[in-house]
T-cell receptor, first 116, second 114 residues
Framework: GAGVSQSPSNKVTEKGKDVELRCDPISGHTALYWYRQSLGQGLEFLIYFQGNSAPDKSGLPSDRFSAERTGGSVSTLTIQRTQQEDSAVYLC??????????????FGPGTRLTVL | DQQVKQNSPSLSVQEGRISILNCDYTNSMFDYFLWYKKYPAEGPTFLISISSIKDKNEDGRFTVFLNKSAKHLSLHIVPSQPGDSAVYFCAASGSTGANSKLTFGKGITLSVRP
């Protein structure tokens, strides 16, 4: 079946502009995660959605970052007033129920964000 | 404060030989440890995992070893193949819910020479 898809694949924006990144998880997966990978760094957790529960926003680096998940499926990550340090690859992952073991997280290809 | 550390940025091995990728962690509360493989311009793909109650898990050419007392795990690839050339991320997590979020190391670039 279809995997996790993300759009756009690349986004170049000017400092101070807002951007929206989209993630379509695997159909039927109730858990959705956002991570980002900055240059030379590992993947850094941003936010976690599980079903209709309140999201875990503990990884969001500032209040300029927000995310929502509509209808328990598609998610958008919004970065307001972008800064150069926001430049990174933003990765979305989904899993069936949010556990580990059999509930492997499947990653999308990522959105490469460049803030000029 | 890095909870998962991959101290070697790169490794080069000859095709057919063993590749050993190392990972250290500091948080003794992690329940699962995972290895992900990443090719350029693609998202990470799950490779193999191990529960904290085990010390070894094997899947074909891939074996992960866990030494809880040393807070150390390693991925062995035998025999290594050129197609294994990629970035390998070590990751750790709790069990369920919000604890299922993955904490990643910085990755190691493996090059397998033909």
């Amino acid at each position: 079946g279809a995997g996790v898809s993300q759009s756009p694949s690349n986004k170049v924006t000017e400092k101070g502009k807002d951007v929206e990144l989209r993630c379509d998880p695997i159909s039927g997966h109730t858990a959705l995660y956002w991570y980002r990978q900055s240059l030379g760094q590992g993947l850094e957790f941003l936010i976690y959605f599980q079903g209709n529960s309140a999201p875990d926003k503990s990884g969001l680096p500032s209040d300029r970052f927000s995310a929502e998940r509509t209808g328990g499926s598609v998610s958008t990550l919004t970065i307001q007033r972008t800064q150069q340090e926001d430049s990174a690859v933003y990765l979305c992952a989904s899993s069936r129920t949010g556990g580990v073991g059999p509930d492997t997280q499947y990653f999308g290809p990522g959105t490469r964000l460049t803030v000029l | 404060d890095q909870q998962v550390k991959q101290n070697s940025p790169s490794l080069s091995v000859q095709e057919g030989r063993i590749s050993i990728l190392n990972c250290d962690y500091t948080n003794s509360m992690f329940d699962y440890f995972l290895w992900y493989k990443k090719y350029p311009a693609e998202g990470p793909t799950f490779l193999i995992s191990i529960s904290s109650i085990k010390d070894k898990n094997e899947d074909g050419r891939f074996t992960v070893f866990l030494n809880k007392s040393a807070k150390h795990l390693s991925l062995h690839i035998v025999p290594s193949q050129p197609g294994d050339s990629a970035v390998y991320f070590c990751a750790a997590s709790g069990s369920t819910g919000a604890n299922s979020k993955l904490t990643f190391g910085k990755g190691i670039t493996l090059s397998v020479r033909p």
